[in-house]
Structures are given as C-alpha cells and as structure tokens.
Nanobody, 121 residues
Framework: VQLVESGGGSVQAGGSLRLSCKVS????????IGWFRQAPGFEREGVAS???????YYAASVEGRFTISQENARNTVYLEMNNLQPGDTAMYYC???WGCGARCFNPSLYSYWGQGTQVTV
C-alpha cells in the first residue's frame, strides 16, 4: 500500500479535522498529490491539490476553509479542514499522479489512490 489516509471522523458543524495521507515509495516523486471526496450518489470530486513545488489549488466549495500542505520530503500530505459543514460529509481520498497540469481535479488522471477515510459532519 503506497497511499494511506487517516484522520477522518465525526464532528459537529463548524468543527475541524486534519486528514493525513502517508505517501510511501516512489509515489513521493509524483507531480501532484490530490485530495478528493465522494458522497453517496455523487461523483468523486477534487477538493485540493498540491504540486511538488508547493503550488496548491482548491475547489470553490472549500476555498478559505481547507488547507493542503506537504512535509517530510512529501512523505505526508495534509488536508486541514475548518468550519466543516454537512455538505462536506463524504469519503475522502488522497491520490497521486505524474501527468497533470494546474489544479489537477480530474480523477481519471490519477494513477494511485488510498483506501479513503470517512468524514461526517
């Protein structure tokens, strides 16, 4: 297993969570690591992405509330989520790709995925 998410849970509206994505092996050399989420009955959507040089992008729905960051030679990618709302309830996944440009919110461009962590608001 090369991408492992953790940190999900249940919080009240307005609360915060920090998700972690442990990245192992050559996956750490990927061009982009993204966070996605999928709620029952909905398509998987990009939430935030971060590139090797640190450039980051956010979906409009989470801009100003979520922050993506990376550390430890990109062995861990975080998603800090503040002011969580019921609409944020979903399974959250991290994923890696080498073939993506700016934003990189198209799930089909990602080659590796974690198993997901549930967030319930």
């Amino acid at each position: 297993v090369q991408l492992v998410e953790s940190g999900g849970g249940s919080v009240q509206a307005g609360g915060s969570l920090r998700l972690s994505c442990k990245v192992s092996g050559y996956i750490a050399s990927s061009n982009c690591i993204g966070w996605f989420r999928q709620a029952p009955g909905f398509e998987r959507e990009g939430v935030a992405s971060i590139f090797r040089d640190g450039d980051s992008y956010y979906a409009a729905s989470v801009e100003g509330r979520f922050t993506i960051s990376q550390e430890n030679a990109r062995n861990t990618v975080y998603l800090e989520m503040n002011n969580l709302q019921p609409g944020d309830t979903a399974m959250y996944y991290c994923a890696a790709t080498w073939g993506c440009g700016a934003r990189c919110f198209n799930p089909s461009l990602y080659s590796y995925w974690g198993q997901g962590t549930q967030v319930t608001v």
